[in-house]
């Protein structure tokens, strides 16, 4: 639970500082200002909003915001994005790069995913109360027949005369 929620607090934070992370470790330790700095210049905004995006999607689920956990497989999905991420800024390999791309749509679907399960199961519960509760409403009211109440008059809001001559 103590990994979950590290993972939970660091959601908001690492996703200012890891695409400044590639960035400056790209543009300082790696290439230098070549193409390379370029490059990782383009790509550090949609980092940002990638992992923005994420997070949102993580936090916007009920029960993560009331457990202040996320789940185990999104701990694990960003960790491993998270080292990644901090590798990119050392070293440039293309298989890290193939990684971080894999890694950021795995967790956004597995995001996505779980929030439209968790969502359809609390609409589920719901509507299984609905359904349990308007059951029982009607098994406590017994079945009664029909009572004659007489004459009824209707008035109406037009002008309505005496047509008996």
Do not use: C, K, N
Not at 13 to 20: E, K, Q, S
Not at 94 to 102: E, K, N, R, S
Not at 130 to 136: E, K, V
């Amino acid at each position: 639970m103590v990994v979950r929620r590290v993972v939970y607090r660091l959601l908001f934070p690492l996703a200012f500082v890891l695409p400044l992370w590639v960035l400056i470790g790209h543009g300082i330790l790696v290439d230098g200002l070549g193409w390379g700095f370029v490059g990782a210049l383009v790509v550090s905004p949609i980092l940002f909003l990638a992992l923005l995006v994420i997070g949102g999607l993580i936090v916007w689920r009920p029960g993560v915001r009331q457990a202040a956990a996320v789940s185990w497989g999104d701990a694990g999905v960003l960790a491993a994005l998270w080292a990644v991420l901090a590798a990119t800024g050392f070293v440039t390999h293309p298989g890290l790069v193939v990684a971080a791309v894999v890694l950021v749509l795995a967790a956004f679907w597995l995001a996505l995913w779980q929030l439209v399960t968790e969502g359809r199961r609390r609409v589920r519960a719901v509507m299984d109360d609905i359904d349990a509760t308007t059951r029982g409403a009607r098994a406590s009211v017994p079945q009664q027949r029909p009572v004659d109440i007489g004459e009824v008059i209707v008035v109406t809001s037009e002008d309505v005369t005496d047509q008996r001559g």
